[in-house]
């Protein structure tokens, strides 16, 4: 790195500091302008050089579960931030990592990236494995239609240089897979197809059949059995189940013949939900869990993994552009399997509210002020835990809000 | 709190009323939350009496003609062509329907494919069922946002549009809604949807129905006049959800 790009990312880092807007971009952005091949250079000297994590839902989880599952391996592996998922935020954390300890040393980036976003990175740096979770209707308002969402991901597989791991069972798979790729896949045993898409008429992918490298066989609370065997999750719902198989099978491709199933299916019983997503945070000691929602076919998976009827539930809507301006999904989701609804909050508490209305669904509050209702929700000493569903901007300010009552990790 | 009771009671389905409502193509034509549209559809007849009866029309399925109520909703480019063999075949039967004042209420794709065709990016024409006479040409920018638009009868429609097709429309043909704020058929012209007799078209979701009960309530009423030769609304139902839901989104910028 030149020293000029050194002292200017440096100062840049300072003046966001000093800011105090947490924003972590600035760096990365007066690097792209000075040393505009720095961050492929970088990346490009790996040993096993960068695999990227992308789809519409479970995109962090699953880039903490490959980060875990690598790192038991015995690899050192570097990751960025959640959140940080623009080019210039990966050139700031890798900028940050070389600050922090003189030097880049790892053999692996694992990264984390939005559909959008995927297509500027493999523009810069070609991955050289890709990890593909499902393509979703989702931020509609942002990408126009699925299929454009679907075309950004073609142009990622097409650039990656040795395994594209996708999902068996996407009905978008066709319009995801580049011809003359090598790709792995991970995906279900028929007899879950029920619990994967319960009203699914699509006619399914018209591939040639396929026999995935992992395939999730059998779950049974938060025990999972996988072709390769099985193991214990904390993670909960079957959404996760079935993104652990695809951490699972990327972990494969990028180990090859060092890859331990028993020791990685052990690494995978001690993966702890990622920040905001089903992350328990204890509060005067009982446990409030946070799950984001921001779509139909996510927040479907998030219900369906609720069993607890002595839960009390909140449910936070906003409809910022990081939350998705258009909320009409709320409307796809059937709710019933929520009994009642302690407080509704967000922007759009009314239309939640209104939403559940139709469910015939109890509703005890309607605040759209985020803290006052949160404040509301936990000082209900009827119940013995909590759980909130929430769009992202809502999710950071309650767990900021509730960093002001209990000891939450720090928000990156 | 008895009284309230009771009056809910005298609006209890009973005496056998009921509306059947159609749903074309709900796994194809199925998107933004067309959901919510049968939901309220649903949820609003039972406040006004009606039991509610749900058919679902699926491609090369034999189109059931006793209906009262129909619905169709959004979906991609691959899903149209896949409905389009059917709507040729069933179009001129909804045409009848709609002639003889069968209440619809189509959205976005399928309200497209009311009109007379949808030309798409590549030069193809795909051609609809004409109780629109409008024409709808895909186009490279979307028009996305929250919208607003004045109908005379219905009041205001508040909704979200996110469509790549622009509908123009021949002379003579009547629209939905004036909009206010938001882009509507075409970006241009300032209307939004289209009405033919009872025949609603929009490219509102959001969803549609839930949001502007009036035109659930108009739904209704026109189906209950054609099958009973009367509607009596409840004119009790509790809006005030309802109206603070429309408020919020009021305020929303586009």
Request: net charge positive; glycine share 8%; aromatic share 6%.
């Amino acid at each position: 790195m030149k020293n000029i790009t050194k002292i200017a990312a440096r100062s840049a880092k300072l003046l966001t500091k000093a800011k105090g807007s947490g924003g972590s971009a600035l760096p990365g952005l007066v690097i792209e302008k000075l040393e505009p091949d720095f961050l492929s250079r970088t990346l490009a000297n790996l040993p096993h050089g960068v695999a990227v994590v992308s789809g519409t839902n479970g995109k962090t989880t699953s880039t903490k579960t490959v980060v875990e599952l690598l790192t038991t391996a015995g690899l050192r592996v570097f990751t960025n931030p959640t959140g940080s998922n623009f080019t210039r935020g990966i050139a700031s954390a890798v900028f940050c990592e070389i600050e922090k300890s003189g030097s880049f040393h790892f053999d692996i980036a694992v990264l984390e990236l939005d559909e959008a976003h995927a297509v500027h990175f493999v523009n810069k740096v070609a991955p050289r494995y890709f990890l593909l979770l499902n393509v979703l209707p989702d931020q509609l308002d942002r990408f126009g239609d699925v299929n454009t969402t679907a075309g950004f991901l073609k142009t990622v597989a097409k650039e990656t240089t040795n395994g594209v791991v996708l999902n068996a069972n996407d009905s978008l798979l066709n319009k995801v897979r580049s011809g003359d790729k090598v790709v792995h896949f991970f995906g279900y045993d028929s007899n879950l197809t029920k619990l994967f898409s319960p009203d699914n008429e699509r006619p399914s992918s018209d591939n040639k059949p396929i026999n995935p490298d992992v395939v999730l066989k059998k779950i049974s609370g938060k025990k999972v059995v996988f072709n390769i065997g099985e193991t214990t999750l904390q993670l909960s719902g079957a959404h996760n189940a079935l993104n652990s198989a695809g951490a699972l099978a990327l972990v494969k491709v990028i180990l090859g013949r060092e890859f331990n199933a028993k020791k990685m299916l052990r690494a995978l019983s001690n993966v702890k939900p990622a920040f905001g997503r089903g992350e328990v945070i204890s509060v005067n000691g009982k446990p409030v869990e946070l799950v984001l929602v921001k779509n139909s076919a996510g927040c479907r998976m998030s219900l369906a993994a609720q069993n607890n009827e002595q839960t009390a539930t909140m449910i936070a809507i906003n409809d910022t552009p990081s939350d998705g301006r258009d909320i009409s999904w709320l409307w796809d989701v059937d709710f019933t399997a929520l009994k009642n609804v302690a407080c509704v909050s967000g922007v759009r508490a009314y239309d939640m509210a209104l939403r559940l209305q139709h469910d015939n669904i109890a509703v005890g509050s309607i605040d759209t002020n985020l803290r006052r209702s949160l404040s509301r929700f936990i000082s209900d000493n009827s119940s013995s835990n909590f759980q909130i569903y929430c769009t992202y901007s809502a999710m950071l300010k309650l767990r900021k809000y509730l960093g002001l009552v209990a000891q939450v990790e720090k928000a990156l | 709190m008895t009284k309230q009771v009771k009056t809910l009671d005298k609006k209890q389905p009973s005496r056998n009323k009921s509306l059947t409502v159609m749903v074309l193509y709900p796994a194809r034509m199925s998107a933004y939350g067309d959901q919510g549209n049968l939901l309220a559809l649903k949820h609003r007849a039972k406040l006004h009496g009606y039991d509610t009866k749900v058919v679902l029309h699926k491609p090369g399925a034999k189109f059931d003609e006793k209906v009262d109520i129909i619905l169709g909703g959004g979906g991609q480019e691959s899903d149209r062509s896949a409905v389009l063999d059917d709507l040729s075949k069933i179009g001129p039967k909804l045409k009848k329907l709609a002639d003889s004042g069968t209440p619809m209420l189509v959205i976005c794709g399928m309200y497209q494919l009311f009109g007379n065709y949808f030309l798409t990016q590549s030069g193809d024409k795909l051609t609809g069922v004409g109780i629109f006479d409008t024409y709808t040409e895909d186009n490279p920018k979307r028009l996305i946002g929250n919208i607003i638009t004045k109908s005379d009868k219905l009041g205001l429609l508040i909704g979200y549009e996110n469509h790549s097709g622009l509908t123009y429309f021949n002379q003579g043909q009547a629209a939905l809604a004036r909009v206010k704020k938001g882009a509507g058929n075409n970006g241009r012209d300032r209307t939004e949807g289209a009405r033919t007799s009872n025949v609603f078209g929009s490219y509102l979701h959001g969803s549609i129905l839930p949001m502007n009960p009036r035109l659930t309530d108009e739904l209704i009423r026109l189906a209950a006049v054609k099958k009973y030769g009367e509607f009596s609304p409840n004119d009790r139902i509790d809006d005030s959800l309802t109206e603070k839901a429309r408020r919020a989104a009021q305020k929303r910028s586009r």
